[in-house]
């Protein structure tokens, strides 16, 4: 028990140490584009922007909800995996007006498939895009020098930023009363890029398709630790999700290796041989409760035409070939074998005349040697 108690202790420890050092180290990066978040690939600025344009802007935390006073929101690359009632609730609101901005490089599948954003399998080289006159006075906007993911607009949806090569990466399509903005590239409304080339009249026109005094809201919700992420495929998809499981791999291959027990041991029972009377008793049963009357009689019946045609030296194939050569070198048996193939089926009826057909036909298959009286 002390050994265990040490375990437990030391892995409490790890934990609570872990924790502390991920809440207290400074978060200079934003891979989801927080905004929250005052670093380059941050979306703070973008909060800040709304305000200063003189809306009302906050943050979507606690419990997710898609619906007035919110006229425009913005979703940045979800970390927490959206539920299909959160994609349904989203997509409702813009069909009733809203004005979304969906901006994030691999997408979230539950999103994408509500709102019919699709994206190429593969990459394209990113960093400047230009734009078409869809967004005024925007000619130019930088993203990351890494690769994208093109999106694979349908007619439906407007193109109005493209990579140098001419895939899209930035599209609006108006649903229902409101409209979806999807970009693949969140870095072009990022803190560190509103700076360079036309990114920040890109935002302005963005945000400027509402009315001056609407409400504009930013998802964080999605950004943190929801129901959602103790879904089994959590577990893998995440990175807390794989931590943890790392963690439980490794206490578990270490108690594996301290020669630990996972519970009491269980002896195994001893086998006891069945006799061939409780084998004969469980196939009747099963014959019984399948009502197999009629395949065993025909099983019984196909047995002994193998028998009489061994016994007889005539070939069983071709079957008509057989029965005209048995009706003439043994007709005795030709005949008492048709007789009983003939009420098979009526023999399939109950037990007992399965059991005489059964008899009548082991006698012919196996007839009883004769005794000659000197």
């Known amino acids: 028990m002390k050994g265990a108690r040490g375990w437990i202790i030391a892995a409490v420890v790890a934990i609570l140490i872990a924790g502390a050092a991920y809440l207290v180290q ?43 006073p919110y006229s425009m929101m913005f979703v940045f690359t979800p970390t927490s995996p959206f539920t299909a009632d959160d994609a349904a609730s989203t997509r ?37 895009y230009k734009a078409t006159p869809a967004v005024a006075g925007v000619g130019t906007v930088v993203g990351s ?41 969140p870095l072009v409304l990022c803190n560190g890029y509103l700076e360079k080339a036309d990114n920040g009249r890109l935002l302005a026109d963005l945000i400027g398709t509402v009315d001056p005094n609407s409400h504009v ?17 959590a577990w893998i998809t995440t990175p807390w999700g794989a931590g943890l499981l790392w963690l439980l791999v490794a206490v578990f291959v270490g108690l594996v290796l301290r020669g630990r027990r996972f519970g009491p041991l269980l002896e195994r029972p001893a086998e ?7 084998w004969s008793v469980a196939v009747g049963q099963l014959l019984r409760r399948s009502s197999g009357r009629g395949v065993a009689l025909g099983l019984l019946a196909g047995a002994t035409e193998r028998a009489v045609a061994a016994r007889t030296g005539l070939p069983l194939q071709p079957r008509e070939r057989f029965w005209n050569a048995l009706w003439v ?15 098979l089926y009526a023999a399939s009826g109950n037990e007992r005349e399965l059991l005489n057909a059964a008899r ?15």
């Open 329 to 343: 070198r043994a007709p005795e048996v030709a005949a008492e074998l048709a007789q009983i193939e003939t009420s």
């Open 145 to 185: 020098n890494s690769d994208v993911v093109p999106l694979d607009p349908s007619p439906n949806q407007v193109t109005f930023l493209r990579t140098a090569q001419g895939f899209a990466v930035g599209y609006i399509e108006t649903l229902g009363q409101g409209t979806v903005i999807v970009l693949a590239d």
């Open 272 to 278: 006891v041989a069945r006799s061939d009377a409780e």
């Open 217 to 233: 809201a930013f998802d964080e919700f999605h950004h943190g630790l929801t129901t959602s992420d103790f879904a089994p495929q």
């Open 92 to 128: 409702d609101w813009v069909r009733f007006g809203g004005v979304l901005v969906y901006a994030s490089e691999q997408g979230d599948p539950e999103l994408d498939r509500a709102l019919g954003v699709s994206r190429f399998g593969g990459y394209v080289p990113g960093g400047d």
């Open 26 to 68: 400074p978060q200079k990066d934003s891979p989801e584009h927080s905004s929250n978040s005052d670093a380059a690939n941050g979306a703070s600025a973008a909060l800040l922007f709304a305000q200063a344009m003189g809306h009302p802007a906050d943050q979507i935390t606690g419990s997710f909800t898609a619906q007035p």
């Open 360 to 374: 009548r036909l082991h006698e012919i298959a196996h007839p009883a040697p004769r005794v000659t009286l000197k």
